[in-house]
């Protein structure tokens, strides 16, 4: 991942998204579901300090999408249960539970998405980092771990990105299989 700057407070966001078929405005949760085709592994660059327009320069993807009916019974309901595993610089810093590490299923964010528009099929759509309400299984960002250290301590003692460092995330299967294959990034100035 190739950034300008490390100033801009560099982080990442391990998440997975979907890719949906046309999905009507004002469609319920429960029709919101049936427009999901595809189930995506996703990396969000994020550089904290320059907001949202300039902030957000670039996702990756895993390298394979799956179906839900290919999840199996890991996806329920919207939610697909299983470890999402995050390490940075070589080290796990995150195996978070996809399914209850999400606030809104994606039917419901998908409805949410809908209230004023229809989806259009191949649309992608984020969940977000996933999080998990016990700390002690990691984080999927960086700047979630540093609320909490401010919230413990006052301030943040976890550092943003820098040049050099690599992120490397990955969900498995039940049977221990990667199911999306890993995103490994590294975060490099301009040549």
């Not at 390490?87 to 964010?109: E, I, P, Y």
């Not at 998405?113 to 977000?128: D, E, F, N, W």
Request: net charge negative.
């Amino acid at each position: 991942m190739v950034l300008a700057s490390e100033a801009g407070g560099i982080d990442f966001e391990a998440q997975l998204a979907v890719i949906t078929g046309d999905v009507p405005m004002g469609a319920s949760p429960e029709q919101a579901l049936d427009g999901i085709r595809l189930l995506l592994l996703a990396s969000d660059i994020c550089l904290r300090s320059l907001g949202a327009l300039q902030g957000q320069p670039m996702t990756a993807f895993g390298p394979v999408a799956v179906t839900p009916d290919e999840a199996g019974d890991s996806w329920r309901q919207g939610r697909l249960g299983l470890s999402l595993q995050t390490s940075w610089n070589g080290r796990k810093v995150g195996l978070c539970d996809a399914g209850a590490g999400m606030t809104f299923h994606f039917g419901q964010l998908l409805s949410h998405l809908c209230k004023t528009r229809p989806v259009s099929a191949g649309s992608i759509v984020g969940a977000g980092p996933v999080s998990h309400a016990d700390w002690r299984q990691g984080y999927s960002c960086i700047a979630e771990k540093r609320a909490v250290e401010t919230a413990d301590t006052g301030q943040p003692t976890t550092r943003f990105m820098q040049f050099g460092d690599t992120l490397r995330i990955e969900v498995k299967g039940k049977n221990g299989q990667s199911l999306f294959g890993a995103i490994e990034q590294e975060i490099t100035p301009p040549a």
